[in-house]
Every structure is written in C-alpha cells, then in structure tokens.
C-alpha cells in the first residue's frame, strides 16, 4: 500500500473515531481522496483509451488482474450506491445525472459479477471520458455528503429493510459474486462504511490501476510504441 495514503488514512480513521477530532478526520479523508483521485486523472489523460480495455496481467483474484476501465466503473458504482441508497438516502448521480446513457455501459450494477473472459469486451463498451466524468461527480457528491455528517451519524447501522430494498433496486448482482455485498455493506455502520467504501477500496483499487498502467507502458515500451 502506498505509504502516504496508508498513513494519512490511518490518520483519518484516528480522528474521526472521536468527537472532538471528527471534522478534523472528515477535512483529512477529503484530502486522501483527491491525492488518490488525482492518480485516475494522471491515467485517463495520459493513456489512450484502448488501454483501458487491456488486461496484462490476465485473469485471476487480484485487483490488478482486471482493466482499468472495469477498476473504475467497479470503483465509483460502489461509491455512488453506498453514498446515495445507503447513507443519504436520494438519488444516485448515476441516475440523477443521466450517466447510464453517456457511459454506454450494458449493466447498472458494480461489476463484481462479470468473468475475466467478459472483462475485455465489457471494458470496450464504455466511454471512458464519461466514466471519468461521473467518477469525478461521484466524488464531488460523496465530499459533500462526508462534510454534512455529523459524528452522532457514525453509529447508525442498517438493518433488513435496508437489505431488501437493495434486492429490489438490482443495482447488486445476484450472482454469488456480488451478492454478498449487500449483507456486507448492511453489517456495516455508516463509521464503517467511511473506511472501506469511501477510502480502503479506492486505495485497493487506484492501486491496481497504477499497477495496470505501468505494466501496459512496459509492454509499450519493449515493441517500441508508446504508451
């Protein structure tokens, strides 16, 4: 894990564990996501967009064993559910913001669900100037709504109605590989949420695009193209 954003988010988790240091810990988690966010910038402006469709590692369990495309769609569908369904309770800006039209993408879900003989061809369906658009107002949404919170708000938990309703919604697959997120995220508190969700899985995720990303310029590099 890089090593300034695993300090800053266990800063962050310190902080808004107490009330006297919550806002506090709010201010750093919205500086951690915009160091890790401006990592995605780097990449989408830096790489053509057939390289988000390219998978050079292959398939298997890692998070870097996918595309870039797929690490961000996964990435921010799961902020936006979370935020939106979980926590604040309106719209998704998936839907509020007309983005299933713009993405292109065939699915609404968070991908979790989709094989690694499927990734490639899923990945080439979207455009990647506007999944990057709607992960940056995924997370100009999320800010907003982590600065409202006050910390009474942490310790509110979700129980079955939660579950059901996210059943009913299918923005989660029922497949085994999705499934389980719902009893997951609903085991969860919203303080709990704060730590995967909205910092934890960006890094696990931005990580593996970094590591993607190196790889295709390497690849680049040796048929001597560019990346």
């Known amino acids: 894990m890089n090593k ?7 800063e962050m988790q310190k902080l808004i564990s107490k009330e006297a240091t919550f806002k506090k810990g709010i201010k750093v988690l919205i500086e951690l996501r915009k160091d890790i966010f401006a990592q995605i910038t780097h ?7 057939e390289a988000f469709s390219q998978m050079p590692f292959g398939g298997g369990d890692g998070n870097h064993n996918a595309t870039l495309a797929f690490s961000i769609w996964h990435t921010f569908r799961i902020e936006d559910i979370v ?5 604040a309770g309106d719209s998704q800006i998936f839907f509020k913001e007309d983005f299933s039209k713009a993405i292109h993408s065939p699915i609404i ?31 100009e949404s999320s800010n907003q709504m982590l600065k409202k919170l006050e910390y009474s708000d942490l ?73």
């Open 109 to 139: 879900t968070t991908a979790n669900e989709i094989p690694d003989d499927k990734m490639e061809e899923f990945s080439k369906k979207l455009d990647i100037k506007e999944l990057y658009r709607y992960a940056e107002a995924v997370m």
């Open 4 to 10: 300034d954003w695993s300090d800053k988010n266990k």
């Open 43 to 49: 990449i989408v402006k830096d790489y053509p967009e």
């Open 155 to 227: 310790k509110r938990k979700f129980g079955d109605d939660m579950v059901l309703k996210l059943k009913k919604t299918k923005y989660i697959s029922e497949d085994e590989k999705s499934a389980w997120l719902i009893d997951y995220w609903c085991s969860k508190d919203v303080l709990g949420l704060i730590k995967m969700p909205f910092s934890r899985h960006w890094i696990m995720h931005v990580e593996a695009m970094r590591k993607i990303a190196n790889k295709l310029s390497l690849i680049a590099n040796k048929k001597g193209g560019k990346k």
């Open 83 to 87: 935020a939106h369904e979980m926590i």
